[in-house]
């Protein structure tokens, strides 16, 4: 079980927007750290696509946006695209664990 | 362009070592620090270890503390991941990645991530 909690799965059809969510507690998000969400294409490295909360690195599209609130964080995807089925994960830290942790991870299916 | 190029892994009895590389270039590899995420088949992602530029920091996972070793060689700009008394649940794909500062942060993000090396521990 992860620390951080991401839906398995979620699906959208292309040019639709979807949302992924990253629910954690007290001892990370809620503390008051930096949530960060990686994109993992099938068969390759993860590639980091957004940093502290809703910083987009340069070269990912602004379709892809973050926002943190609480104890949780989102990332949502806005016109969908069939290049952009991949698993997605969010990475905090956890002042319990004293450690970077990141979630179970959501599988994103373009339908 | 910042590169980053694993090798060491393989096939090993439980019980046994290994020793992970990480080759940098294209950065000052001594003004940031590095980290080891492994993934196990299948599975997410699990942060493994965190080294300081200057190499004189390092933090561990619960899961590996005690067995494993992160150190880097500033002068080869090389990171290593020494791999002791291994276990079947260390099996994974093994990256390095950079964090965005000298020395570890609460904040840290990784970027980039290297292409990985697979370790599987067997008998």
């Known amino acids: 079980q992860s620390v951080l909690t991401q839906p398995p799965s979620v699906s959208g059809a292309p040019g639709q927007r979807v949302t992924i969510s990253c629910s954690g507690s007290s001892s990370n998000i809620g503390a008051g750290y930096d949530v960060h969400w990686y994109q993992q294409l099938p068969g390759t490295a993860p590639k980091l696509l957004i940093y502290?909360?809703?910083n987009r690195p340069s070269g990912v599209p602004d379709r892809f946006s973050g926002s943190k609130s609480g104890t949780s964080a989102s990332l949502a995807i806005s016109g969908l695209q069939a290049e952009d089925e991949a698993d997605y994960y969010c990475?905090?830290?956890?002042?319990?664990?004293?450690?970077?942790?990141f979630g179970g991870g959501t599988k994103l299916t373009v339908l | 362009e910042v590169q980053l190029l694993e090798s060491g892994g393989a096939l090993i009895q439980p019980g046994g070592s290994l020793r992970l590389s990480c080759a940098a270039s294209?950065?000052?590899?001594?003004?940031?620090?590095m980290s080891w995420v492994r993934q196990a088949p299948g599975k997410g992602l699990e942060w493994v270890s965190v080294?300081?530029?200057?190499?004189?920091?390092?933090y561990y996972a619960d899961s590996v503390k005690g067995r494993f070793t992160i150190s880097r060689d500033n002068s080869k700009n090389t990171l290593y991941l020494q791999m002791n008394s291994l276990r079947a649940d260390d099996t994974a794909v093994y990256y390095c990645?950079?964090?965005?500062?000298?020395?570890?942060?609460?904040?840290?993000?990784?970027?980039?991530w290297g292409q990985g090396t697979l370790v599987t521990v067997s008998s």
């Open positions: 294209g950065f000052t590899f001594s003004g940031y620090a």
């Open positions: 080294i300081s530029g200057s190499g004189s920091t390092t």
């Open positions: 502290d909360n809703s």
């Open positions: 990645a950079k964090a965005p500062y000298s020395r570890p942060n609460p904040g840290n993000w990784f970027d980039p």
């Open positions: 990475q905090s830290y956890d002042s319990s664990l004293n450690g970077w942790v």
